[in-house]
């Protein structure tokens, strides 16, 4: 996902797999000269390999400057090694962030890019690649959700998130848009198609439905656009006719898809 204040200057949210098609597929991040992109700097709400890998095709023209926690930085470096491979095409610009600490993303000449961002701790979970190697702390950065102001629009972007908890209430209640973890529909979504051991819940991820489930959660801010951002393959909320779309609809929540966009 990329973010602007002006339609000019670009600044991505986490850097998945697919980052190259994401890029070709939008004009206004076409490479500016021979190589590169249009991308400002990027930043990263975990090391999750799903937000993180598509790092190594930013490479081209030098990588834009990367924001993320320090324990995100500790798991690119000493977990899958991401940034000092990075470093051996060109300089690497790891910029962090305190998980509670504004900060203002810049470009690498150290131009704003015209947004302020206020980094929140949400409750999820390291990358499995890491464990055993920090000491568990739930809120110590792992995973945050961010809180993206400009012109006094305020986006809050929550792609994996846990415990619903009031922190991230208080976020939510001063979005215009919230983009959400609509990773699965049910909790057991997984093990119930025989794909997997783990629960929505083990894996970081708070379901859409059932006891504490995100839907739930989202009802109690019916002034807010909401939207779903990080869905699972396996969501039957991706079923265009199916009930889960359906209560969707009726819960006011919106589908994000590919080159689905929102001006505020």
Same mark, same amino acid.
């Given at each position: 996902?990329?973010?602007?204040?002006?339609?000019?200057?670009?600044?991505?949210?986490?850097?998945?797999?697919?980052?190259?098609?994401?890029?070709?597929?939008?004009?206004?991040?076409?490479?500016?000269?021979?190589?590169?992109?249009?991308?400002?700097?990027?930043? *990263?709400?975990?090391? %999750? #390999?799903?937000?993180? $890998?598509?790092? =190594?095709? &930013?490479?081209? /023209? @030098?990588?834009?400057?990367? !924001?993320?926690?320090?324990?995100?930085?500790?798991?690119?470096?000493?977990?899958?090694?991401?940034?000092?491979?990075?470093?051996?095409?060109?300089?690497?610009?790891?910029?962090?962030?305190?998980?509670?600490?504004?900060?203002?993303?810049?470009?690498?000449?150290?131009?704003?890019?015209?947004?302020?961002?206020?980094?929140?701790?949400?409750?999820?979970?390291?990358?499995?690649?890491?464990?055993?190697? *920090?000491?568990?702390? %739930? #809120?110590?950065?792992? $995973?945050?959700? =961010?809180? &993206?102001?400009? /012109? @006094?629009?305020?986006?809050? !972007?929550?792609?994996?998130?846990?415990?619903?908890?009031?922190?991230?209430?208080?976020?939510?209640?001063?979005?215009?848009?919230?983009?959400?973890?609509?990773?699965?529909?049910?909790?057991?979504?997984?093990?119930?198609l025989g794909v997997s051991t783990k629960?929505?819940?083990?894996?970081?991820?708070?379901?859409?439905?059932?006891?504490?489930?995100?839907?739930?959660?989202?009802?109690?801010?019916?002034?807010?656009?909401?939207?779903?951002?990080?869905?699972?393959?396996?969501?039957?909320? &991706?079923?265009?006719? @199916?009930?889960?779309?359906?209560?969707?609809?009726?819960?006011?929540?919106?589908?994000?898809?590919?080159?689905?966009?929102?001006?505020?």
């Open positions: 996902m990329v973010v602007s204040a002006d339609g000019e200057r670009w600044l991505l949210l986490n850097a998945s797999p697919d980052v190259r098609v994401q890029l070709n597929a939008f004009p206004a991040l076409s490479p500016r000269g021979l190589r590169g992109s249009g991308v400002g700097a990027v930043v *990263l709400t975990n090391a %999750d #390999l799903d937000h993180c $890998t598509g790092l =190594l095709v &930013l490479r081209e /023209g @030098g990588a834009p400057p990367i !924001y993320c926690t320090e324990r995100t930085r500790v798991a690119l470096t000493e977990g899958l090694r991401i940034l000092p491979v990075l470093e051996a095409y060109g300089p690497v610009h790891a910029r962090v962030f305190h998980p509670t600490e504004p900060f203002e993303p810049r470009d690498r000449e150290g131009a704003s890019l015209g947004l302020s961002i206020e980094p929140f701790p949400v409750a999820s979970k390291p990358p499995p690649y890491m464990y055993g190697k *920090l000491p568990p702390d %739930d #809120l110590a950065g792992d $995973t945050v959700g =961010l809180s &993206l102001e400009a /012109g @006094g629009r305020r986006v809050v !972007y929550v792609p994996g998130v846990r415990d619903l908890d009031e922190r991230l209430a208080r976020e939510v209640s001063r979005a215009d848009l919230l983009l959400i973890d609509g990773t699965c529909w049910t909790d057991d979504e997984l093990v119930a629960t929505a819940r083990v894996m970081g991820h708070a379901p859409l439905t059932g006891e504490g489930g995100i839907l739930a959660f989202l009802a109690r801010f019916p002034g807010v656009r909401r939207a779903l951002i990080h869905v699972n393959n396996s969501n039957p909320v &991706l079923w265009e006719d @199916g009930p889960a779309r359906r209560a969707l609809e009726e819960c006011g929540v919106e589908l994000t898809h590919d080159g689905w966009s929102a001006a505020l």
